[in-house]
C-alpha cells in the first residue's frame, strides 16, 4: 500500500525496477537458525532472559559466530563485545552497508526482540554472497549489538554507543543491581574494558544501517499490514528514583507519625502515569522497576529504590515532562513527608530514519508484493544510536497481538521471511543492483557522498 506521506512519495516516485528482481532468504535455513537462538537462555516462566554482557548472551554470540564460519563468513567482537560478521574478502577500503539489531534480551523477554534482526542480517549477508551481487560500492557487514536492554549492566543502547563513540566515562561506572561495574563483565563478555574506544567507528566508515525489527506494537497487525517502514524513532528519559522514609514497627507506630517510604513512591508512580495519561505531557511514562527495603510485611518500608522512563518522539516534550517529574516529585516529598532523590541516568534521543532508504525498503517492499505503511518507533533501538554515524533506515513486522518485553513476544513464520526478504532486496539494491535510471542510484550516491563528507571532515582533509 503506497503510504499518504508525501515525503516517501518524493524518495520514490519512479520505483527502480530491480536488475534481477527481489531477492529471498533460505526461509528453512533463516528460521532454523532463529529457533536455534531461541534455545539460548531459556527462563523457568517461558521467556528468554538472555541479558546483555551475561554468559547467555556469550553463548548466543558464539553460536552467531559458529553459524557465520559454516557460511563461509569471517567474524570478529569488538572491544565492546558487538559481534560483526563480513566476507573473508573484505575491502578495507570501502564504506560499509551495515546491518543488524541487538543479541541480548530483557527478563523474561521474547525469542524475536533483536535475535529476528541478527539472524536475518546474517542470512541476508549469507544470501548476498551466494547470488553473487556485485558488491563495488559498499562492504556489506552484519552486526550483532552487545547489551542493547541494559537490564544487567545498566547502561542501554551499550554495543552501538561504543561503535558511534558515544560510551562516555560513565559507561564504564555502568553497573548491575549488585553494584557489580560493566568492566568486571567485559573480558567473559568478549570486550576488553581497557579497549573501549577502539570500538568507535570514525563517521563517514558506515555510509548507511538498516535494522529489522518486530514492531512489538499492534498497529500492522490490526491494520493488516506486511511491513512497517519506520519515519522516526522514539526518545526516551530513563531516571532513578530513591524515596527515603522512616523504617518503623507497622503496628505500634500511628498513622500521624510515619514517613511510609512505599506511601510516597505509590504516590509518585501515580504521578508518573499521569504525565502520558491525565497530563498528555509525553507519549508514555512508565515505572518498570521498583525495590522496597526492607520489604516486610509488618514494617514500615524505610527505603524504596525505582526506576521510571518517559518517551516522545518530541524532544521539547521530553524536556518538559523532566520538568513536570521534578516538581511532582518535590510535591510527593512535602505531602507524604519523605525525601525524593530524583536523578536522570539516560537520555536517548528521538531521531527519524532516512528519506532514501525509506524508499529503498518501501520499494524493496512493493518488489516483493508486500503491502506497507510509514509508521513511527514507540520503541528505542540501536538504529538511533547509529543515526550519529549514518544515515539510518528500520523495517517492522507485524507482532501478534502487539506483544513484547514478554514469554508471549511472537510473529507469524510468514511475516518474518517476509521481513527479512525485504531487508536482502533492500541491500541488494543498495550494493548496485538498482536499475541506474531510477533514483535508487540517487541514494546510493548520497550515501557514498555523505559517507566521503563525513570521512573528509574526520581526516580533515
Ligand atoms: O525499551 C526499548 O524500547 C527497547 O526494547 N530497548
Ligand atoms: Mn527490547
Ligand atoms: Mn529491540
Same mark, same amino acid.
Given at each position: 500500500?503506497?503510504?499518504?506521506?508525501?515525503?516517501?512519495?518524493?524518495?520514490?516516485?519512479?520505483?527502480?525496477?530491480?536488475?534481477?528482481?527481489?531477492?529471498?532468504?533460505?526461509?528453512?535455513?533463516?528460521?532454523?537458525?532463529?529457533?536455534?537462538?531461541?534455545?539460548?537462555?531459556?527462563?523457568? @516462566?517461558?521467556?528468554?532472559?538472555?541479558?546483555?554482557?551475561?554468559?547467555?548472551?556469550?553463548?548466543?554470540?558464539?553460536?552467531?559466530?559458529?553459524?557465520?564460519?559454516?557460511?563461509?563468513?569471517?567474524?570478529?567482537?569488538?572491544?565492546?563485545?558487538?559481534?560483526?560478521?563480513?566476507?573473508?574478502?573484505?575491502?578495507?577500503?570501502?564504506?560499509?552497508?551495515?546491518?543488524?539489531?541487538?543479541?541480548?534480551?530483557?527478563?523474561?523477554?521474547?525469542?524475536?526482540?533483536?535475535?529476528?534482526?541478527?539472524?536475518?542480517?546474517?542470512?541476508?549477508?549469507?544470501?548476498?554472497?551466494?547470488?553473487?551481487?556485485?558488491?563495488?560500492?559498499?562492504?556489506?557487514? =552484519?552486526?550483532?549489538?552487545?547489551?542493547?536492554?541494559?537490564?544487567?549492566?545498566?547502561?542501554?543502547?551499550?554495543?552501538?554507543?561504543?561503535?558511534?563513540?558515544?560510551?562516555?566515562?560513565?559507561?564504564?561506572?555502568?553497573?548491575?543491581?549488585?553494584?557489580?561495574?560493566?568492566?568486571?563483565?567485559?573480558?567473559?563478555?568478549?570486550?576488553?574494558?581497557?579497549?573501549?574506544?577502539?570500538?568507535?567507528?570514525?563517521?563517514?566508515?558506515?555510509?548507511?544501517?538498516?535494522?529489522?525489527?518486530?514492531?512489538?506494537?499492534?498497529?500492522?497487525?490490526?491494520?493488516?499490514?506486511?511491513?512497517?517502514?519506520?519515519?522516526?524513532?522514539?526518545?526516551?528519559?530513563?531516571?532513578?528514583?530513591?524515596?527515603?522514609?522512616? @523504617?518503623?514497627?507497622?503496628?505500634?507506630?500511628?498513622?500521624?507519625?510515619?514517613?511510609?517510604?512505599?506511601?510516597?513512591?505509590?504516590?509518585?508512580?501515580?504521578?508518573?502515569?499521569?504525565?502520558?495519561?491525565?497530563?498528555?505531557?509525553?507519549?508514555?511514562?512508565?515505572?518498570?522497576?521498583?525495590?522496597?527495603?526492607?520489604?516486610?510485611?509488618?514494617?514500615?518500608?524505610?527505603?524504596?529504590?525505582?526506576?521510571?522512563?518517559?518517551?516522545?518522539?518530541?524532544?521539547?516534550?521530553?524536556?518538559?515532562?523532566?520538568?513536570?517529574?521534578?516538581?511532582?516529585?518535590?510535591?510527593?516529598?512535602?505531602?507524604?513527608?519523605?525525601?525524593?532523590?530524583?536523578?536522570?541516568?539516560?537520555?536517548?534521543?528521538?531521531?527519524?530514519?532516512?528519506?532514501?532508504?525509506?524508499?529503498?525498503?518501501?520499494?524493496?517492499?512493493?518488489?516483493?508484493?508486500?503491502?506497507?505503511?510509514?509508521?513511527?518507533?514507540?520503541?528505542?533501538?540501536?538504529?538511533?544510536?547509529? =543515526?550519529?554515524?549514518?544515515?539510518?533506515?528500520?523495517?517492522?513486522?507485524?507482532?501478534?497481538?502487539?506483544?513484547?518485553?514478554?514469554?508471549?513476544?511472537?510473529?507469524?513464520?510468514?511475516?518474518?521471511?517476509?521481513?527479512?526478504?525485504?531487508?536482502?532486496?533492500?541491500?541488494?539494491?543498495?550494493?548496485?543492483?538498482?536499475?541506474?535510471?531510477?533514483?535508487?542510484?540517487?541514494?546510493?550516491?548520497?550515501?557514498?557522498?555523505?559517507?566521503?563528507?563525513?570521512?573528509?571532515?574526520?581526516?580533515?582533509?
Amino acid at each position: 500500500m503506497r503510504p499518504t506521506d508525501a515525503s516517501l512519495e518524493d524518495a520514490h516516485t519512479a520505483a527502480p525496477t530491480f536488475a534481477a528482481g527481489p531477492l529471498r532468504v533460505d526461509a528453512d535455513r533463516f528460521l532454523t537458525a532463529l529457533r536455534g537462538l531461541a534455545q539460548i537462555g531459556c527462563d523457568p @516462566q517461558g521467556g528468554i532472559t538472555r541479558l546483555g554482557l551475561s554468559a547467555e548472551e556469550s553463548r548466543a554470540r558464539e553460536f552467531l559466530e559458529d553459524l557465520a564460519a559454516k557460511a563461509g563468513l569471517a567474524t570478529d567482537v569488538d572491544p565492546a563485545g558487538n559481534l560483526l560478521i563480513r566476507r573473508a574478502d573484505a575491502d578495507p577500503c570501502l564504506p560499509v552497508l551495515m546491518f543488524g539489531s541487538h543479541i541480548d534480551t530483557v527478563r523474561q523477554g521474547g525469542w524475536l526482540d533483536g535475535a529476528y534482526g541478527v539472524v536475518a542480517a546474517l542470512e541476508a549477508l549469507t544470501v548476498l554472497l551466494e547470488t553473487g551481487v556485485t558488491i563495488d560500492g559498499f562492504e556489506p557487514v =552484519a552486526v550483532g549489538f552487545a547489551n542493547e536492554e541494559g537490564a544487567l549492566v545498566q547502561h542501554p543502547f551499550w554495543g552501538s554507543r561504543a561503535m558511534a563513540g558515544l560510551l562516555d566515562a560513565d559507561a564504564e561506572k555502568a553497573v548491575d543491581r549488585a553494584g557489580r561495574p560493566a568492566r568486571d563483565y567485559l573480558p567473559a563478555a568478549g570486550g576488553d574494558p581497557e579497549r573501549l574506544a577502539e570500538a568507535a567507528w570514525p563517521a563517514g566508515r558506515i555510509a548507511a544501517f538498516l535494522e529489522l525489527h518486530i514492531e512489538q506494537g499492534p498497529v500492522l497487525e490490526r491494520l493488516g499490514l506486511d511491513i512497517g517502514v519506520v519515519d522516526g524513532i522514539v526518545g526516551r528519559t530513563i531516571f532513578a528514583c530513591e524515596v527515603s522514609g522512616e @523504617q518503623q514497627h507497622a503496628g505500634t507506630t500511628p498513622m500521624r507519625d510515619r514517613r511510609d517510604a512505599l506511601v510516597g513512591a505509590a504516590h509518585l508512580v501515580a504521578k508518573v502515569e499521569s504525565l502520558a495519561t491525565a497530563l498528555g505531557a509525553c507519549s508514555t511514562a512508565t515505572v518498570g522497576f521498583m525495590d522496597v527495603s526492607p520489604n516486610t510485611v509488618n514494617t514500615i518500608p524505610g527505603v524504596v529504590r525505582l526506576n521510571a522512563e518517559i518517551r516522545d518522539t518530541d524532544t521539547t516534550r521530553i524536556q518538559r515532562s523532566e520538568r513536570l517529574l521534578a516538581s511532582m516529585a518535590e510535591h510527593v516529598a512535602r505531602v507524604s513527608h519523605v525525601d525524593v532523590d530524583l536523578r536522570v541516568c539516560d537520555r536517548s534521543a528521538p531521531v527519524l530514519t532516512d528519506p532514501g532508504l525509506r524508499g529503498v525498503i518501501a520499494d524493496a517492499a512493493e518488489s516483493l508484493g508486500l503491502s506497507w505503511q510509514a509508521m513511527p518507533s514507540g520503541a528505542g533501538h540501536d538504529a538511533q544510536v547509529i =543515526a550519529a554515524l549514518a544515515p539510518v533506515g528500520m523495517i517492522f513486522v507485524p507482532s501478534k497481538d502487539g506483544i513484547s518485553h514478554a514469554p508471549g513476544e511472537d510473529s507469524d513464520v510468514g511475516a518474518l521471511v517476509a521481513g527479512a526478504d525485504v531487508l536482502v532486496t533492500a541491500l541488494a539494491a543498495l550494493l548496485g543492483r538498482g536499475s541506474p535510471e531510477s533514483d535508487l542510484e540517487k541514494t546510493r550516491e548520497d550515501l557514498a557522498s555523505i559517507a566521503c563528507r563525513r570521512l573528509e571532515g574526520r581526516l580533515g582533509a
